[in-house]
């Protein structure tokens, strides 16, 4: 389903824009210890990963719409002139194919890299994901499983994707027993949990806010790691209001951090939660007193809910305030009015004021 | 205007001798092209451009002068190729697979058995002593007929994708009845550990994976795991992936048929074409030539047989299987049979067709009774014999299931376990609440018939 998105390529190529006017502020990851670095932007990191996870194993494929130039966003470039055509390759136009195709593999114990072209699009694999990948392991009673699957998409907004390229569905597959769902903040992050999903004896999903393919860029550590699937990350101390996110938001949130210190005299802590399902319970609770959970995706049943449910059920005595959710409005995710639809940091500024208050 | 469709009558033009460039040899035959609202075309008119190819990307074809409507009638349907006919005579000597005696007994004797055990399970779930059951009934051929070919070609290591309706397959690879009682059972002994409806069998051993109630969902994993089989060292392998044809109609099938095709995957895609999905018959199912009609359209070799016809069906999987690993690439086989039985202990199939017809099928074209015409013939067949096989394999199923209904179920705690590799602190902070409200209204769950 690449219909536009070689013209969005294009676009976030060319039109520096883009970046410009995005709705957040880059944070780099700290430097790491590593000694052997290197400057990547996120799809080169996606792109290493994917390098070094079919160098260490002959068994790993790579497949998906377009992925064999490269990919429409450039993640499998140059892979398949190193690794051979029967190890990164095309596939037909079919989103249930890829992903039925990919348990199949998996299933025969060798490692599947599946790519659906944009998270919009993993609806029609969503039976394969669901009914299958998901129970494999549970309903054969552990005999046979398909735990060497993993299947990237990217995700979020991109500025002018509408409704079909802007997507976040994380919380449909987080109702799911049995996967693994992560959204990295960075190239360092996608490095890290692209090689943890592989690796992973369960089936996993990454979602990968495309905005970030480019714009995000860091000194990433050029050998393997593995970033702890289930793992929060608390990005920024403070004792006043935590500020929960993941993917491109934590980015928007560490701004607001940021301006909330300068502005309100507020002192807020920021956690990526990073792995969506399992998620890290322990890294939210009894810290504060006040939270804000944010999310591209709509509100009503957002994976914020859950968070929010879980914080008021096991912290409630430790809350001075109701739990706010901000996050995308209960609508499809529209075009011209992109600027009017994200939880931008003036958004989360306000839930600042009113959970202080 | 409209009415142009109108005035001019459909004039089918019967070409001389159109022949379709490079077709299996299975239907050289000739093939006719009709051409709508034109009068009269002669074959040099239309191939005046003769000579010129398409340079297209998507197809490499000639070009015509003027429009060729191609009609599906136009189109032979695809033969269904049978060995034996209904008196268990092989009308082709050439056509004999030369079975041992040994061999065609145990094709018979494992249809009995499935055929045995059917009858009683079917019976204990009208009783309530077990939840659900389907049949096989009428299509054990397709089942043995494949599977018999391991004496000669097939191997326990092809890896077999169901849909449900392959109990035979099982059978014929040594799956017990131990076995098939105690999942449906879902008892301690169950490898499924009771997590499954009845018939949804899977073996690691046999290289049978575990049945899944969704349909279609199996036919693009097949795919999938016949090209990672296909890139291993000296792989000796191939995947053989059963559906329904009312499953045939599902975007996954369209999926593993493609995939298949583009990826050259050594994969056997059988459709057991029964006429019925549930209630539905097979011409509100498709207007097309079948499955295997679909074949040739995604550019796979293709064959359709008698799958009541349990050496057609042999014959026709050992030339696949030979297809496909020779080749590395698919293979659709089409086997065309009666669905006997209701779809299910749910289901009452006389609401939708008539017994009459049921009875045809259940009777003279039925695969057992011709192989046992086939055996008569060779003097191969004991009455007495047989009917104390039936009666041992009775005596078994109905001791059998007076075993496994005593089994306890497993550890109630099997509930949370392998839905992960291990199991994360969420599922076992759950398993503990569960555990605590177990210990607190113990007299309202079943604990004591399932293991401690």
Redesign the interface.
Known sequence: MNRHSRYLFSFVKTNKSVIRTSHFTYYPDPPTPAQNKQKMNMFQAINNAMDIALGEDA?A?LFGEDVGFGGVFRCSINLRDKYGK?RV?N??L?E??I????????????T?IAEIQFADYIF?AF??II??AA???????????C?SLTIRAPCGAVGHGALYHSQSPEAYFAHT??L?VVVPRGPIKAKGLLLACVRD??PCLVFEPKVLYRAAVEEVPADAYVSEI?KADVLRKGKDVTLIGWGTQVHVLLEVAELAKKDLKVDCEVIDLVSIL?WD?DAICKKTGRVIVSHEAPLTQGFGSEISASIQEHCFLYLEAPVKRVTGWDTPFPHVFEPFYLPNKYRCLSAIKEVIN | MLSISRSAKPIQIVLERFKVIDRANSFKDVKTVSSLFVDKIKFDTMVAFAGHTSVFPGAKAAFVSQPVFLMPKDIESIPIYRVLDRDGKIQDLTQDPNLSKETVQKMFRDMILLNTMDKILYESQRQGRISFYMTNFGEEASHIGYNSSSAAALEIRDVIYGQYREAGVLVWRGFTIEQFIDQCYGNEADVGKGKQMPVHYGSKDLNFVTISSPLATQMPQAVGAAYAMKRRKNNDACVVCYFGEGAASEGDAHAAFNFAATLNCPVILFCRNNGFAISTPAHEQYKGDGIAGRGPGYGIATIRVDGTDVFAVYNAMKLCREYVMKESKPAVLEAMAYRVGHHSTSDDSTAYRSSAEIEVWNSVEHPISKLKNYMVKRDWFNEAEENDFVKDIRKKVLKQISISEKKLKPNWKELFTDVYNDVPLHLQEQMNELKQNIEENKSYYPVKNFKA
Request: aromatic fraction near 10%; charged fraction near 20%; proline fraction near 11%.
């Open positions: 068994t494929l029967d390759f596939t037909p079919c249930q194919g992903a039925g195709f990919a348990i199949g593999v998996a299933n025969a114990g060798a599947a029609p039976d394969q009914n299958e129970k494999f392991r549970y309903r054969s009673g552990g005999i046979f499983d735990g027993p049995g693994k004896p369960n289930g399992p319970k």
